[in-house]
């Protein structure tokens, strides 16, 4: 009969179960990778010797080699169908293969020893539910913030510089004057944002989640270009056996410029995630969007695009492209051929401090001359963000942050500079 120590060293072992589920590449190093391979070489000599099996079985296990762990187990409990160590080790071999049924099943045979210590079968029977809750699906879950913010915007309405500019299709005139609007305008304002996500259930590996997002920022003197959003997305995801998942969502946003309706947009996303070791993911994914402008019909139009990112812990990188045409051939003008990049990093500097920053780059080449300027318009963005954010509560944090945007483009009345320096507070939950 196994001894108190045994089972407790047991119970060590398969604290680890809990960590490993989600990343099945958990323990292996080459401290691990060596004492499996040492034993390994023994195999033939020694295999069907219980006490052989058990250190082989645990090595291959810690080294990343479930099934050779599996079957050296096997031949522990074929010898000795009592042994709860082994028994717990193979459970936790199997819960690190992704097989949580099995394993599930391999350590409630354990709990159900009278023999075990009730500290021992207390984290076992935590380990058993653990494994109902993932059979279930893992439940459900809703999570959300509101943030609100105080600042300064160089240029409310991404406009030129310029006072006046030359149109080429009325170039005899000379140069026109151009009104307010098609002007720089600076200003203060405030911006309220919030929203809410759920996601629950519906099998083991079967997902539904939605969302919904709201934002309003309103400038201090000019209403013109005061803006609003809102935008609801619901989707299905399906996690397969090795982690990846695979999800499918369908997205509507409406945005209101100036206190009435601008644009409405809806469309639906595919998307693949794959993860990779150390907490990264690589996504890729299509996306299809169209643009109704509630009084500029002529910029209707359809949107295609692809993405690939990768994201970890402390970062985020993100390519696109795609094609945007407008419905209408009158203001095929519009459609353009776009690619971008962008970076985000969040580190933390101190317990309660973070440096938060970012970087985009898009690009866009349009498919017809402009009516006015008679010439293809070709653009090229940069926008930099840099913050601080800094945690006042578990769950609320005040967000310094400074934006800069540098729009190049061919035509002058499109080509612009901005900054943004604003102040605010956050709250998650």
């Known amino acids: ?57 645990l090595a291959a296990s810690d080294a990343g080699h479930y099934g050779e762990a599996i079957v050296a187990l096997q031949r522990v409990l074929a010898r000795q169908p ?40 207390q984290r076992f029977t935590g380990f058993v539910r ?45 140069p026109g004057t151009l009104g307010n609007n098609a002007r720089a305008q600076k200003d203060e304002y405030y911006d309220l944002s919030g929203g809410v996500s759920a996601v629950s259930a519906v099998g083991r590996q079967d997902r539904v989640f939605g969302s919904l997002l709201g934002n309003v920022r309103d400038n201090l003197d000019s209403a013109a270009f005061d803006q609003a959003s809102l935008t609801g997305t619901a ?20 945005y209101w410029l100036g206190h009435a309706g601008f644009r409405t947009a809806f469309g639906a996303i595919g998307q693949y995630t794959h993860m990779l070791d150390g907490g990264k993911a690589l996504s890729a994914s299509v996306q299809y969007t169209r ?11 359809d949107r295609f695009a692809v993405g690939l990112g990768l994201a970890a812990r402390q970062f985020s990188i993100n390519l696109i492209g795609g094609h945007e045409e407008t419905r209408a051939q009158a203001g095929d003008a519009e459609s353009n051929t776009f690619a971008g990049a962008s970076a985000g990093a969040e580190v933390q500097i101190a317990p309660k401090v973070a440096v938060v920053g970012g970087v985009a780059f898009d690009l866009r080449r349009y498919d017809r001359a402009d009516l006015l300027f008679m010439r293809k318009r070709h653009d090229e963005r ?27 483009s061919n035509i002058a009345l499109y080509d612009h500079e901005r900054w943004t320096v604003q102040a605010g507070a956050r709250f998650e939950f």
């Open 235 to 254: 989707g299905f995801a399906h996690t397969f056996a090795n982690r990846d998942v695979a999800s499918l969502s369908a997205q509507v946003q409406k």
């Open 130 to 174: 653990q494994f109902d809750r993932q059979i279930k699906g893992g439940g459900s879950d809703v999570s959300g913030f509101a943030e609100a913010s105080f600042g300064h915007d160089s240029n409310i309405n991404s406009a030129t510089q310029l006072t006046s500019i030359t149109i080429p299709l009325f170039a005899a005139l000379g």
């Open 382 to 408: 940069i926008d930099l963000t840099a913050a601080v954010k800094i945690a006042v509560l578990p769950r609320l944090f005040l967000q310094p942050k400074a934006t800069w945007s540098r729009n190049w």
């Open 1 to 57: 009969m196994a001894t108190k120590h045994h089972f407790l060293q047991a119970a060590a072992c398969a604290v680890s179960v809990a960590a490993a589920l989600p990343a099945p590449a958990f323990g292996q190093n080459a401290e691990a990778e060596g004492r499996y391979a040492a034993l390994a070489a023994q195999e033939r000599q020694k295999a069907g010797d219980p006490a052989f099996d058990y250190a082989l079985g």
């Open 82 to 121: 009592d042994n709860a160590p082994a028994r717990a080790e193979l459970a936790r071999a199997y819960a690190l293969a992704g097989d949580i049924d099995t394993a599930r099943a391999q350590f409630a045979t354990v709990v159900d020893d009278p023999t075990i210590p009730d500290p021992v079968r």
């Open 291 to 301: 643009f109704d402008y509630d009084r500029d019909p002529l910029r209707d139009a």
